[in-house]
């Protein structure tokens, strides 16, 4: 099984600076069709997950572009430009190339 | 607007069975594949499992915390996907999300508890 792991676990952040998210896979998550199915999901408080980020760096519709994601192979990366209030929540990358395989959550707090 | 909307949960007891429904909207349902995730209390996700659409021939994978005991089918004339989850654990508590495809969009969830 593909082993997704995050860091840090918790991320307190100050209102307007970057933040930044690493993923690591134990495996490449290059699909046989060349595609890398890395996503990236973002949960407020007492709400379902939203996906932000699909195949490493694209946005879902009506993400705000301080959201990237960036990264190929096992190695990747969510960054929030500046932070808002609104972005606090937990945010988990998502490999679906070896099925599917959540990693452990980076919780975003506002210092 | 697309709309995924889980129901069928609740308090069952350890052994026993429990199937959850997801009934969808706002897209043309048969183009998808439809996906399952649950989140213990306080915990990460967790991918159940998922079901191809009939395109892909309609197969099933599942993870292996739940293979064997949990099956997920469709009902496309419907639009519905059913998660059945057989011989529960106490370990199985947890709120299951119904998702469209591998991730694009998600149900509110219900919460299954499983206890004596």
């Known amino acids: 099984d593909v082993v997704m792991t995050q860091s840090p676990l918790s991320l307190p952040v100050t209102l307007g600076q970057p933040a930044s998210i690493s993923c690591r896979s134990s495996?490449?998550?290059?699909?046989?069709?060349?595609?890398?199915?890395l996503n990236w999901f973002q949960q407020r408080p007492g709400q379902s997950p939203r996906r932000l980020i699909y195949?490493?760096?694209n946005r879902d519709s009506g993400v705000p572009d301080r959201f990237s994601g960036s990264g190929s192979g096992t190695d990747f990366t969510l960054k929030i430009s500046r932070v808002e209030a609104e972005d606090v929540g937990v945010y988990y990358c998502?490999?679906?190339?070896?099925?599917?395989?959540f990693g452990g959550g980076t919780k975003v707090e506002i210092k | 607007e697309m709309q995924l909307v889980e129901s069928g949960g609740g308090l069952v007891q350890p052994g026993r069975s429990l199937r959850l429904s997801c009934t969808a909207s706002g897209f043309t349902f048969g183009d998808y594949a439809m996906s399952w995730v649950r989140q213990a209390p306080g915990k990460g996700l967790e991918w159940v499992g998922f079901?191809?659409?009939?395109?892909?021939?309609?197969?099933?994978e599942y993870a292996a915390s739940v293979k064997g005991r949990f099956t997920i089918s469709r009902d496309d004339s419907k639009s519905i996907a059913y998660l059945q989850m057989n011989s529960l654990k106490t370990e199985d508590t947890a709120v299951y999300y119904c998702?469209?495809?591998?991730?694009?969009?998600w149900g509110q969830g219900t919460l299954v508890t499983v206890s004596s």
């Open positions: 998702i469209r495809g591998y991730g694009g969009n």
């Open positions: 998502m490999q679906g190339t070896h099925w599917l395989t």
């Open positions: 079901i191809r659409n009939k395109a892909f021939g309609g197969t099933t």
């Open positions: 495996l490449s998550l290059v699909h046989s069709d060349g595609n890398t199915y």
């Open positions: 195949r490493v760096s």
